[in-house]
């Protein structure tokens, strides 16, 4: 019998500090009120039960939740998930000058994963385009896998559908760390399956390989990656079937060499490997027990969520009208 284990993952963002028990994840800076928790408006989808302040920003985040979860799975994976069993409660703080950060635990046991518990805050632009897809991710992740992953490997993976401000700002930080005496060796990173004291220097390396190997590949590549080194508990041996490179220790080697040139795009020939677009993609997908067995419907596609590395943002969306715009900020 598998022990039954609490994950507890997360984005940090706006220079929040999260700390990390067995059974509560607590982002801080962010403790919910009772005056807020009065005033909070609620909003249910097929998967997903949303407190928000206001009724409008609770449909919203429904909504967009709905559909990353169903595009980022088809593109991540190849298919979307099926309903969950049990909706995935979200708690939201919105507020224009609030740090983005997000916070998603659920329960590993006996191959089957639930007890999903989301909470978010941000902006509502950044919640919208960064945090909530992010965590959404997260979720892919744990039912696709249905056990932990190296924290870079998720994290990585979950920061590279963010919107491009935050991108940048994580390559920032990782130039920083690195010039700083804070980066963290290629064997030690791939074998933390829990988040080091130092945190942020394991996001922003976690990002930026997740990066250079999404970009020679795909996310499908990058998902069988994971699967096989999660299998054999040989990263080396995946990282050469996958990609051509011979051990964990020549990664870092190649990844550091790529960060010094300037993360430059990969030659044609590599670009040209990657697969096709998420919907021709042909592959396996578990999520939670369904109720019936059939994948959860495709959301209605009234504000369309682009899953390309120039993510469109569902908030811009909104603004327009329901026309396709990419958000700068």
Not at 13 to 24: H, M
Not at 252 to 263: A, E, F
Not at 279 to 297: F, H, L, Y
Request: proline letters at 8%; one cysteine or more.
């Amino acid at each position: 019998m598998e022990a039954m284990a609490r994950m507890v993952n997360g984005r940090i963002g706006g220079g929040l500090v999260r700390g990390f028990v067995t059974w509560l994840a607590i982002v801080s800076g962010w403790l919910v009120t009772a005056e807020s928790a009065v005033h909070a408006a609620g909003y249910r989808t097929a998967n997903f039960i949303v407190e928000a302040p206001t009724e409008a920003l609770a449909r919203k985040i429904g909504d967009a939740a709905e559909q990353y979860r169903h595009t980022l799975a088809v593109e991540w994976t190849g298919s979307p998930l099926p309903r969950w069993s049990r909706p995935c409660p979200i708690t939201a703080q919105v507020a224009p000058n609030l740090g983005a950060g997000g916070a998603t635990s659920f329960v590993f046991d006996r191959g089957e994963v639930f007890n999903w518990t989301m909470t978010i805050q941000g902006s509502e632009e950044r919640i919208l385009d960064s945090v909530l897809p992010h965590e959404i991710t997260h979720t892919i992740f744990a039912s696709h896998f249905r056990q932990p992953l190296p924290r870079w490997a998720d994290e990585g993976a979950c920061t590279t559908v963010e919107h491009p401000v935050e991108r940048a700002r994580q390559h920032r930080m990782l130039l920083e760390f690195l010039t700083t005496g804070r980066g963290i060796a290629f064997p030690e990173m791939f074998a933390m399956k829990e988040y080091p004291p130092d945190v942020l220097p394991l996001y922003s390396q976690g990002y930026s390989l997740a990066r250079y190997l999404i970009e020679r590949g795909g996310r499908h590549k990058y998902v069988s990656f994971v699967a096989e080194g999660l299998t054999t508990e040989n990263w080396s041996e995946a990282l050469e079937k996958h990609y051509g490179v011979t051990s964990v220790a020549q990664m870092q080697h190649v990844w550091l060499d790529w960060v010094k040139q300037g993360c430059p795009a990969p030659p044609a020939s590599i670009a040209a490997a990657a697969p096709p677009p998420a919907a021709a993609w042909s592959a396996t997908t578990r999520g939670q027990s369904p109720d019936s067995g059939a994948s959860s419907p495709a959301p209605a596609a009234t504000a369309p969520v682009t899953t390309s590395a120039a993510r469109t943002s569902i908030y811009a969306q909104a603004r327009q009208g329901g026309q396709p715009a990419t958000a700068v900020r």
